[in-house]
């Protein structure tokens, strides 16, 4: 691979990492990625999806942050979904949220690679 292929490659995986990075940034995200991740309990009223028990809807979301207003809850949904972090699932007028596994592990590994592991001076791993 020619270096400008590599720097063209580089950047591209630089620009998606910084754009989720970027909505990670934010403490509400990261609580509601937390929420979805534990997924329900209990303490959830709404009724629970057939094919996905585990996801959230928006009402337990905003009862399990408590001070959260339903626009706010609904514009940080957007952009989880926006960046692909969580996935939505409809049952006829419900709307259901899960995690998206495969888009947080990629995210992690792409992290993993590019920052945590070791290179030798021509910038390949070892």
């Given at each position: 691979?020619?270096?400008?292929?590599?720097?063209?490659?580089?950047?591209?995986?630089?620009?998606?990492?910084?754009?989720?990075?970027?909505?990670?940034?934010?403490?509400?995200?990261?609580?509601?990625?937390?929420?979805?991740?534990?997924?329900?309990?209990?303490?959830?009223?709404?009724?629970?999806?057939?094919?996905?028990?585990?996801?959230?809807?928006p009402?337990?979301?905003?009862?399990?942050?408590?001070?959260?207003?339903?626009?706010?809850?609904?514009?940080?949904?957007?952009?989880?979904?926006?960046?692909?972090?969580?996935?939505e699932?409809?049952?006829?007028?419900?709307?259901?949220?899960?995690?998206?596994?495969?888009?947080?592990?990629?995210?992690?590994?792409?992290?993993?690679?590019?920052?945590?592991?070791?290179?030798?001076?021509?910038?390949?791993?070892?």
């Open positions: 691979m020619s270096s400008e292929m590599w720097y063209t490659s580089a950047m591209e995986t630089i620009d998606s990492l910084a754009t989720l990075a970027l909505v990670l940034s934010d403490p509400i995200r990261l609580r509601i990625l937390d929420l979805l991740v534990i997924g329900r309990d209990a303490s959830c009223r709404s009724m629970e999806h057939p094919q996905f028990p585990l996801a959230l809807c009402r337990d979301l905003q009862q399990k942050l408590g001070d959260i207003t339903p626009s706010k809850l609904s514009y940080h949904l957007k952009e989880l979904r926006s960046a692909k972090l969580i996935q699932h409809r049952s006829g007028k419900h709307i259901h949220y899960t995690p998206n596994q495969p888009v947080l592990e990629h995210f992690f590994a792409a992290m993993k690679q590019r920052y945590l592991t070791a290179r030798n001076p021509e910038g390949t791993s070892i």
